[in-house]
Nanobody
Framework: QVQLGESGGGLVQPGGSLRLSCTSS????????MGWFRQAPGKEREFVAG????????YYADSVRGRFTIHRDITTNTMYLQMDSLKPEDTAVYYC?????????????????WGQGTQVTVSS
């Protein structure tokens, strides 16, 4: 069984920063990609950022490009999301996902495993 553990959420003022972490553990498996998605109250889950595990190629939603940075540490099986210049509209529960087969990283339906989610609140 694969587990994804997330951390790093919290309350921050507009313009502030947070860093989310997601560590995968469990049985041996091949990771093709990992990604971050978020879901605000009353809204559907949306893609935030994704990364191809082998070569580090990254993808971003237009709403976060230039403010968020995704990267990974292969040695610890950990993915990070550095979030800068946060806005109130970034408030949501953030989920990390892991896909084991070649997938379009911006589509949540293709991910095999999910973390429990971590709350990010941007408010003054």
């Amino acid at each position: 069984q694969v587990q994804l553990g997330e951390s790093g959420g919290g309350l921050v003022q507009p313009g502030g920063s947070l860093r989310l972490s997601c560590t995968s553990s469990g049985r041996a498996f091949r990771t093709y990609a990992m990604g971050w998605f978020r879901q605000a109250p009353g809204k559907e889950r949306e893609f935030v950022a994704g990364i191809i595990w082998t070569d580090g190629l990254t993808y971003y939603a237009d709403s976060v490009r230039g403010r968020f940075t995704i990267h990974r540490d292969i040695t610890t099986n950990t993915m990070y999301l550095q979030m800068d210049s946060l806005k109130p509209e970034d408030t949501a529960v953030y989920y990390c996902g892991l896909g084991t087969a070649q997938i379009p990283v911006s589509y949540s339906d293709y991910y095999n495993y999910w973390g429990q989610g971590t709350q990010v609140t941007v408010s003054s």
